[in-house]
């Protein structure tokens, strides 16, 4: 185990860890942000319509221009295309937490990446990633968030609201009203580069705007334990879903 037994009955109990070692140098940094820059405006003419999910909202920010790194503000999938991204996903410092949380057959659901630009990277509200995803059973997956850039308090850095994952599912209408009883409670959670966080999929999260002239970029990656059921999606098998440690299990993900 790469993690004290304090450290996982942290996550047990709050349902996220701040993890307090580097899981990217800084020069695997510099090259993911330099990889983020050619992606975003437009240097990877390969990469499918999938891969752009959001862009930003031109009624009220102006029209986007095909060159203009701040077009999009997530971008997800790149592990199908980008063998850097998917070598960052493999990284065994990243690996070896997950396996300490969630076990040794460990597969990858996906990867994002948030774009929150200065001064005009919008909040996320307060969400659960399993929300998201109901076509896993059980709901017990874990989000590494890795800052590509500083994540501070001003540019919109990741909360938490501790414990909720033991609720379970909430239906997305009435989170708020969890929230307005739990808001006091919530933990803002700071990284430096190359520096992440772990957090179960069931816990109640989000991240505030971006107020600050200093970009916001977080790459995001999503495992799940080989041993989850997937229940389809729409009729359709969304995946494949690669195998990252451990063993593949017959008729799971």
Not at 16 to 35: H, I, K, M, N, W
Not at 181 to 205: A, C, N, W
Not at 218 to 230: K, N, P
Request: charged share 25%.
């Amino acid at each position: 185990m790469v993690l004290t037994r304090e450290q996982v009955d942290q996550y047990r109990r709050d349902g996220y860890l701040a993890f307090d070692a580097p899981l990217l140098s800084p020069a695997d940094v510099e090259t993911v942000g330099r990889r983020i820059v050619d992606i975003a405006t437009g240097k990877r003419p390969d990469l499918p319509a999938e891969v752009f999910r959001e862009e930003r909202d031109v009624k009220t920010e102006g029209s986007p221009d095909p060159g203009d790194y701040d077009r999009y503000r997530v971008i997800r999938y790149l592990h199908k295309y980008d063998d850097l991204i998917l070598s960052v996903c493999r990284a065994p410092a990243i690996l070896d937490v997950v396996e300490d949380l969630i076990g040794p057959d460990i597969k990858l659901y996906t990867d994002q990446v948030f774009m929150k630009p200065p001064f005009h990277g919008s909040a996320q509200a307060w969400h659960q990633d399993s929300a998201s995803w109901p076509f896993f059973l059980p709901h017990n997956h874990v989000t590494c968030w890795i800052a590509i850039d500083d994540a501070t308090l001003e540019n919109g850095c990741l909360r938490y609201l501790p414990g909720t994952h033991a609720l379970g599912l909430v239906d997305r209408a009435r989170v708020p009203v969890l929230v307005d009883q739990l808001q006091r409670d919530e933990v803002p959670v700071p990284r430096e580069p190359g520096y992440g966080v772990f957090h179960h999929s069931l816990l109640l999260h989000s991240s505030g705007p971006n107020a600050s002239p200093h970009r916001r970029r977080g790459l995001v990656l999503h495992y799940v334990r080989a041993d989850t059921r997937y229940l389809g999606l729409d009729g359709e098998r969304r995946g494949p879903f690669p195998l990252m440690r451990g063993r593949e299990l017959a008729g799971r993900v």
